[in-house]
């Protein structure tokens, strides 16, 4: 049995594969806002809010169908960081609410990084693989 918490190369791999998720709902749902998405025994979750947006095994169907042509783009995990101002505004110009808010519960000296694949920006700590 393999334990998530100490295989760092199956940690790394399902918090990828979160952030390539959160991409393929975005794609499928401009509206949506992300909280967190961290990596779990079973694989990985995000938190997102789809307002009244339900979701059902087709919709499922469709997210891992998206996830699939992200992964053919073979997109590039790239990161940066930001100082706290120009990180909450960078969240914000996104539209992601719940980051701005996780910014304001980070300590004052915190580091805060992001990673880009494609469009897509998430802020994270890492790390990811190198392409999807």
Excluded at 51 to 64: Q, T
Excluded at 105 to 112: F, H, K, S, T, V
Aim: include cysteine; aromatic fraction near 10%; glycine fraction near 6%.
């Amino acid at each position: 049995m393999v334990n998530f918490k100490e295989d760092e190369r199956l940690s790394t791999l399902n918090h990828s594969c979160a952030h390539v998720m959160a991409q393929a709902v975005k794609h499928l749902y401009p509206h949506a806002k992300f909280w967190v998405g961290p990596v779990v025994k079973e694989g990985f979750y995000y938190d997102i809010d789809l307002g009244n947006d339900v979701v059902n095994d087709e919709v499922i169907a469709a997210i891992e169908k998206e996830m699939k042509k992200i992964c053919k783009e073979n997109l590039k995990f790239e990161t940066y960081e930001l100082p706290r101002a120009e990180a909450i505004e960078h969240m914000r110009e996104r539209g992601e609410k719940y980051k701005v808010e996780h910014i304001g519960d980070l300590d004052e000296d915190a580091r805060i990084t992001f990673y880009k694949q494609g469009e897509y920006v998430d802020m994270c700590v890492g790390p990811h693989l190198t392409y999807t």
